[in-house]
């Protein structure tokens, strides 16, 4: 299980967060749009991260 988390982790976590933004931005509206906004745009921000630090 372990080695599973290990690849599996950070992917899992970021599509649970795309899919709560998903969700919430159809049921949700006012001060929550900010909340589901960054839960939509959290996994570009981890991608433009991990591009940056990417060594060649």
């Known amino acids: 299980m ?3 988390m290990k690849i599996f982790g ?3 976590l ?5 899919l ?4 919430g ?3 949700g509206d006012g001060p929550w749009d900010w909340l589901f906004w960054f839960c939509l745009v959290a996994p ?3 991608l433009a991260w991990v591009l940056t ?3 060649l």
Do not use: Y
């Open 2 to 4: 372990n080695g599973f």
């Open 10 to 12: 950070w992917p899992i």
């Open 14 to 18: 970021l599509a649970l967060i795309t």
């Open 20 to 23: 709560v933004g998903l969700l």
């Open 25 to 27: 931005a159809l049921v």
């Open 44 to 46: 570009l921000g981890v």
């Open 53 to 55: 630090r990417r060594r």
